[in-house]
């Protein structure tokens, strides 16, 4: 680390009215194509400016190029190497009424090999900064290098028409290393440059030294030339100590991607053995074949750019400049058209140091993103992403709450959004922590191939969002479903056929530390053979079967507010909780037949030959609790799954009072709810259902009036009866269960024509 002192004593403004660039400017200089343009870059955003089309040799347009550039933070000049008449020159500003030029003058240089070009350079500046009003005894040299001519120091002069001297390291033009640029350490002055395959090496300018390989960095795909080097000062925040250091950068630009690439160089060790520095992409520069970069080595690199949108997920997240956080120029064109962002707006800030967190950097522009369901681990949650176009979006969630989005937590990777509204579906891991954690959205053009969870990119918005993981308990299983199957006829027996109404059934419990939290129902519709319409609800109950005793949820526990249900990924604005109830009654649909479309030339849904046979309704529910409850007083696993009558539709001679409500079909012995109406028992016909008994559903034999079959199951069609379907239901059945428990996986082969679709 390199203490603020340190680099603010180097700081000190030099009083040279013949600057032509502002004092350490905290852009970088790019030199591209072979009419020298020149750019400004801002590392902090990677947003290049061209400064200047052209230079101007003695006042007139230069066509040629200039490369291997340094900046000279002693008297504030760019230097560089002409390469059409191989000559030295000093590149500076001028003012010419409202015109800015930037001239290049050459230097009258002596010692350099003829006609040989140098594309390699950097300015070296010795001695310490003077204080105010003290003289500056600096000096100052402008070191080129060529492969197999060696490395020449050209020390400079104040004087403009000064005569200089070239001098040779002694060896240097024997040196394997093949060096694209290279950039002076502020501190110690040491030379730094990287090969094409990463190989990070230090130069030191003792006589007959060779470049020292520092270690190889790691630049993933990026290999080729590395055109441009330099460095730069930047805060960091040390979040245990709450001091802010600076520390040195060593900042490297690949020509074929233009991503610049941010090595920390703060402290090198001389015994460079297991050191390894580390390497990523800080921001994304422009591409260019002819490259070459310089800058001001001890100008801080801060955020300057009004249109730079970072994250806000706190520490140790990386969401400010000094850990290299997400953040997008949102406006790259600098004309606030054609915006790439989430929800309603945008807006800028200026985070340096992750310390600027502290002051609270909330954005209040983070509203494109909705988190429609519980994370739960090893389930499936929705979001919804609202884009202001069609753009590309990436997500990462902290899963294991290890204060990182690792690439590994990648829960969104390059998705198509369309304008508006998009619905996401996120799987979460099964290994997920419970608990509150952070979740990172970044939305693009998609122009780049991949991105990361930091990193400057060009337009586009970062949005952070905080959330909470559930721990889950799935009934039968996360991927497994309970096929529920329905006679509607009860009281009467019906054509056995058990396919009125036929659906996969799963329940979800979450819980948190704090103890259940809310219920998820799902299922699919798969069967509805009924010319009567029903409806299907779920009561959360569940009877205790070695106790006896209910576990019954009421309709004030749940927050209904909050609830929610969708049909076929349609949200449904339906009141979820049956009003004017003690139970906790879920309606999920008070008629089926509203929710399913039926095939020209079928009567019914997927209980005839070749009648929709791939189509299948999808329903979800989610059930928050007003307080979360300890897991021993609530229900769970299969609640009570049942089916009742559609008002104002005619069901049978068994109604006489116009109370369709109060016909309940429920599973063999569940005791009906609230609702229904206890007069129906005695009907009788075909029931045998005996309350005094706990005997519910159920004809004399035994049979139920409703299924729950522990598996993916193929109901009979129309007017197959489930006896002559399955050969051992009947055994099932009139034994309570004891005899035959897989029955559902013997099959009458003798019936050619007997079961619905595959489910």
């Known amino acids: 680390m390199i203490k603020r002192c340190l680099i603010a004593a180097a700081l000190t403004p030099l009083l040279a009215s013949a600057a032509p660039f502002e004092n350490c400017p905290s852009q970088a200089f790019l030199m591209q194509d072979n009419n020298a343009k020149m750019y400004g870059i801002d590392l902090a955003s990677g947003r290049a400016n061209l400064i200047a089309g052209t230079l101007r040799l003695n006042g007139s347009e230069d066509t040629a190029s200039v490369n291997a550039i340094g900046f000279n933070f002693k008297d504030q000049y760019l230097y560089g190497f002409r390469k059409e008449s191989k000559q030295v020159v000093r590149i500076e500003q001028t003012v010419e009424g409202e015109t800015i030029h930037y001239d290049s003058t050459a230097l009258n240089v002596s010692g350099l090999p003829e006609g040989i070009h140098f594309f390699v350079g950097d300015v070296k500046v010795s001695g310490d900064a003077p204080a105010e009003g003290e003289i500056d005894n600096r000096t100052s040299s402008y070191y080129i290098y060529n492969k197999g001519r060696g490395l020449f120091e050209i020390p400079l002069s104040d004087d403009l028409n000064a005569p200089l001297t070239a001098i040779k390291q002694p060896g240097s033009e024997s040196w394997s290393t093949t060096i694209y640029d290279f950039a002076f350490h502020p501190i110690t002055n040491k030379l730094y440059a990287m090969e094409s395959d990463g190989d990070l090496f230090e130069i030191s300018l003792e006589p007959n030294s060779t470049p020292e390989l520092v270690t190889r960095l790691d630049i993933g795909t990026d290999t080729g030339a590395f ?425 049978g001679d068994a109604i006489t009072d116009g109370n369709y409500r109060g016909l309940e079909v429920h599973l063999k012995n569940q005791a009906p709810t609230e609702a229904f109406n206890t007069a129906l028992f005695s009907v009788a016909a075909d029931d045998a259902s005996n309350q005094n008994e706990s005997l519910y559903f159920q004809t004399e034999n035994g049979i139920p009036f409703a299924l729950a079959i522990g598996a993916p199951w193929r109901h009979p069609h129309e007017r197959i009866d489930i006896n002559r379907a399955y050969d051992k239901f009947a055994d099932f059945a009139t034994s309570n269960g004891e005899s035959e428990p897989l029955w559902y996986n013997t099959v009458n082969t003798n019936i050619t024509i007997q079961f619905g679709a595959e489910q």
């Open 227 to 651: 055109g441009a080097a330099y460095f730069g000062v930047q805060d960091v925040y040390d979040e245990a100590t709450g001091e802010t250091t600076e520390n040195i950068i060593f900042y490297v630009s690949n020509n074929n991607s233009g991503n610049i690439f941010k090595v920390d160089l703060t402290n090198v060790p001389d015994d460079k053995s297991g050191y390894n520095p580390t390497t990523e992409i800080f921001t994304l520069g422009p591409k260019s074949g002819q490259n070459d970069g310089a800058r001001c080595a001890i100008a801080k690199v801060e955020v300057t750019d009004e249109s730079m949108d970072f994250g806000d997920a706190p520490l140790p997240y990386r969401s400010a400049l000094d850990n290299n956080g997400a953040r997008h120029v949102f406006d790259p064109n600098q004309d606030s058209q054609d915006l790439i962002f989430l929800g309603d707006s945008v807006d800028g800030e200026n985070i340096n140091t992750s310390s600027d967190m502290n002051i609270d950097y909330s954005d209040s522009s983070d509203d494109g993103v909705i988190l429609a369901t519980d994370f739960a681990a090893g389930l499936t949650a929705q979001v919804i992403v609202t884009a202001s176009q069609a753009s590309t979006l990436y997500a990462w969630f902290d899963w294991n709450q290890d204060g990182t989005f690792s690439e590994d937590e990648k829960a969104i990777d390059k998705v198509n959004l369309a304008q508006g509204a998009n619905s996401i579906l996120i799987d979460v891991p099964e290994d997920a922590a419970n608990g509150n954690s952070w979740a990172r959205f970044r939305v693009t053009d998609g122009q780049e191939a991949t991105l990361t969870a930091y990193g400057a990119v060009q337009g586009g918005e970062v949005e952070d969002y905080e959330f909470e993981t559930y721990g889950s308990e799935s009934y039968p299983g996360q991927n497994d479903w309970v096929t529920l199957a329905y006679e509607d006829r009860w009281p009467y027996l019906g054509d056995s056929d058990f396919n009125d109404l036929v659906l996969h059934y799963r329940t979800t419990k979450y819980f948190s530390s704090e103890g259940v939290t809310s219920y998820r129902i799902e299922g699919d519709i798969l069967g509805v053979g009924a010319s009567f319409h029903n409806g299907f609800a779920v009561r959360l109950y569940e009877k205790d079967i070695d106790s006896g005793l209910a576990k019954v949820l009421t309709a004030e526990q749940i927050d209904s507010s909050n609830s929610s249900l969708f049909i076929n990924g349609q949200a449904i604005s339906q009141t979820v909780i049956e009003p004017n109830r003690t139970e906790a009654i879920a309606i999920v649909a008070p008629d089926i037949w509203d929710h399913i479309n039926v095939q020209n030339g079928c009567e019914y849904f997927r209980t005839e030959v070749n009648c929709d046979v791939n189509v299948k309704v999808t329903f979800s529910m989610t059930l928050p609790l007003k307080t979360a409850l300890s897991p021993e007083n609530v229900p769970g696993s299969m609640l009570d799954p049942f089916i009742f009558a559609s008002s104002d539709h005619y069901r």
